[in-house]
Nanobody
Framework: QLQLVESGGGLVQPGGSLRLSCAAS????????IGWFRQAPGKEREGVSC????????YYADSVKGRFTISGDNAKNTVSLQMNSLKPEDTAVYYC????????????????WGQGTQVTVSS
């Protein structure tokens, strides 16, 4: 059974850092594209970052470029999102999702999702 589980969310002050992890079971992450998305209250789900080992591509939303880094650990079958210099506008529930071999910034292109982890950036 294909399953994604996010972890690592929490409360952090502006300027701080968090590292989110997406652990997969039932399939191997390196054969697919893994996306990170976020959804703030009252807003649509937006793409944050995507990694495709098969395509050899990485995508970042403009709002997080230079602050967030996506990486994969094939041995642990996880994909992580290192978030630095966090801002209050980064506050949202963060989700990881999987699709075929190519990256996309659109939530509708992803078929399987984790349950999400809350990130709150506040002083």
């Amino acid at each position: 059974q294909l399953q994604l589980v996010e972890s690592g969310g929490g409360l952090v002050q502006p300027g701080g850092s968090l590292r989110l992890s997406c652990a997969a079971s039932g399939f191997t992450l390196d054969a697919y594209a893994i996306g990170w998305f976020r959804q703030a209250p009252g807003k649509e789900r937006e793409g944050v970052s995507c990694l495709s080992n098969r395509q050899g591509s990485i995508y970042y939303a403009d709002s997080v470029k230079g602050r967030f880094t996506i990486s994969g650990d094939n041995a642990k079958n996880t994909v992580s999102l290192q978030m630095n210099s966090l801002k209050p506008e980064d506050t949202a529930v963060y989700y990881c999702a999987v699709r075929g071999w190519s990256c996309s910034g659109y939530a509708a292109d992803f078929g399987s999702w984790g349950q999400g982890t809350q990130v709150t950036v506040s002083s």
